[in-house]
């Protein structure tokens, strides 16, 4: 297509997950304006249609490999200044329409108004608590709460559900964090302070997920005659001419089409974006070159900042009648927000959950979780692309750990978790605790099959028949088994042990990060357009300068309801 090619669109939106659906609906309220949305995975059109989306426990949806990308790997712990290449393990990401809002956890937290105020005083004009909490409340239609913090009109239905999920294993934990003085919270979504709370979740009144492409590609919406969506289309270049950009080169199948569009907007996530970027020239030039790219925008910051939420968490083996009854129902009743007190440290700076089971199997209903996390982390990483194979998928090194800060406090995390679920009144509901992930063998269950169920239903059955003897069982159950007690009591052993076995909780972000004018890493403005190009902005997580404290889903669809609103007014 020539740079005169006739333009198709006013917007081309790449990537239909939690922000690129906002957009698309946002901006195709105006019938003046023709929006394109182009995502790689399935439609996944309606609920009842996925009932594994819809379901109210999330493992069912993230564990089928059906709705992520395959083939994509990174590196999470640091392992110094020296460091060789970290070994890599699978990572998903969200290959369908909705993006992570169909396949997470289903938290639905905003964070701390401090994190907002944060990228304000950055130098990101427009952005703070203040200007971002409207968007908060315009996104949100909250089931329960009714106050200045909240909404009640908005697309996306936000919800607690109450303690009929609460399990015997809940409620003991609960009695541990009473007798401490760990008060519980009326909402986790109001007033910032430390305690326990319900876990806010995106469900409606039926108790089903409800992706971004449920809550705002409503029926009503796809039917606009401005409005094309095309899923299982990719995008593997963007069209610049100059210093401007207009169009996309777009492939499903065998087929490749060349569109052209007044804006093209990326939202294709901290990952996918900055690859894309630089596939398509724009990036550090040091490394395009590396790659064999030619450089048509040096922009350093493409790919720089990678953050994440460094975790770790203990397994405790439920007793029968401690465990979740039924089918699977979602699983993180409970958070806790608690303060490192790490000088430097915002308060609200770390998060814990009391998780209820472990799987959607049965050997997964008799384990629990008690997962911790740095809510507010300073350790920074990069993507790059893989200079052998550069439209393959791109190295991921989030360098875990990298600041001493997130080591500390993910260690006095786990001396915190370790304190309060080896409580000796938790005797009546757990038969031991461990440390420990889930091992390879566990995974070859994560997907739900009919064999995987019989195999599982086998297995518990024998654990619980063979008493303490389960202790030999756990260490091949159990990736980087060990005993938490134990390694409570020796910092530095312990220090070891989670510099080396730290993971992530899939919320990568700031690989494109808004910045300040003169900020030389600052990969976009403060209202997500690419600097030094026209027709160019982004709309995804990739733009966080720092991390929220806070799953990221939410705040991501605040950005993207600010973004439209920006691009309208532009208009």
């Known amino acids: 297509m020539s740079a005169g090619a006739p333009i198709v669109a006013d917007y081309i939106i790449v990537g239909g997950g939690s922000s690129g659906c906002v957009l698309a609906a946002r901006l195709s309220e105006d019938p003046a304006v023709r929006v394109i949305l182009l995502e790689a995975g399935i439609d996944a059109a309606r609920p009842e249609d996925f009932p594994d989306l819809a379901s109210p426990y999330p493992g069912i949806a993230y564990s089928n490999p059906r709705y992520t990308w395959a083939g994509l790997k990174a590196s999470l712990p640091y392992t110094g200044s020296n460091r060789s290449e970290g070994k890599a393990s699978r990572y998903e990401q969200a290959r369908v329409l909705g993006g992570g809002s169909a396949i997470n956890g289903i938290g639905a937290n905003r964070g701390s108004p401090h994190d907002y105020d944060e990228w304000g005083e950055m130098g990101v004009e427009g952005w703070s608590w203040e200007a ?15 106050d200045e913090f909240h909404g009640k009109n908005g697309p996306f239905p936000i919800r607690r559900r109450g303690d009929k999920i609460w399990t015997p294993f809940t409620r003991a934990m609960l009695a541990v964090c009473e007798a401490r ?9 109001g007033r910032w302070e430390d305690g326990i709370f319900e876990m806010a979740v995106n469900m409606d009144e039926q108790c089903r997920r409800v992706s971004t492409a449920w809550a705002y590609l409503t029926p009503e919406v796809r039917r606009r005659p401005n409005l094309d969506i095309r899923t299982e289309t990719t995008v593997s270049r963007i069209l610049i001419s100059g210093h401007t950009a207009h169009g996309v080169v777009a492939l499903r199948g065998e087929t490749r089409e060349e569109l052209r569009a007044t804006r093209i907007l990326l939202c294709s996530g901290a990952l996918a974006t900055p690859a894309l970027l630089m596939r398509s020239g724009l990036g550090p030039a040091a490394h395009l070159a590396d790659c064999g790219i030619q450089a048509l925008h040096n922009l350093p910051g493409v790919g720089q900042n990678l953050m994440e939420h460094p975790s770790a968490g203990l397994v405790p083996h439920l007793k029968p009648t401690a465990r979740q009854r039924g089918v699977p129902d979602y699983h993180i009743p409970i958070g806790y927000r608690f303060s490192s007190g790490l000088e430097g440290c915002p308060s609200g700076d770390m998060h814990m959950n009391f998780v209820t089971r472990a799987a959607w199997h049965p050997v997964g209903r008799q384990l629990g979780s008690v997962f911790f996390w740095v809510n507010k982390s300073y350790s920074r990483g990069q993507l790059l692309l893989d200079p052998a194979a550069p439209d ?3 190295r991921v090194d989030f360098r875990m750990l990298s600041d001493r800060r997130d080591l500390t406090r993910l260690a006095d995390a786990f001396e915190r978790a370790v304190a309060l679920a080896s409580d000796p009144s938790l005797a009546s509901v757990v038969s031991g605790l461990y440390a420990g ?3 390879e063998i566990g995974k070859r269950f994560s997907k739900r099959t009919r064999l995987g169920a019989l195999i599982t239903g086998i297995g518990a059955i ?23 007690v134990r390694l409570a009591a020796h910092r530095q052993e312990l220090e070891a042990y989670i510099a080396e076995t730290v993971g992530g909780v899939w919320h990568p972000s700031g690989t494109c990060r808004m910045g300040a004018e003169g900020d030389r890493l600052a990969v976009t403005d403060s209202i997500g357009k690419v600097r030094g190009m026209d027709g160019l902005f982004i709309g995804d997580a990739s733009l966080m300068p720092t991390i929220p404290c806070a799953n990221t889903n939410v705040p991501t669809i605040m950005m993207a309801e600010k973004i439209a609103d920006g691009l309208k007014a532009a208009r």
């Not at 024998?462 to 938490?484: C, H, Q, T, V, W």
């Open 437 to 439: 992930g889930m091992s």
């Open 462 to 484: 024998g654990l619980d028949a063979i008493g303490s003897l389960r202790e030999k069982a756990f260490p091949y159950m159990l990736s980087n088994f060990n005993d938490p």
């Open 181 to 189: 003085g760990i008060p519980f919270l009326p909402d986790q979504n």
């Open 132 to 146: 971002c909490l409207p968007y908060f409340k315009k996104l949100e239609r909250d089931l329960d709460i009714d």
């Open 392 to 394: 393959g998928p791109p």
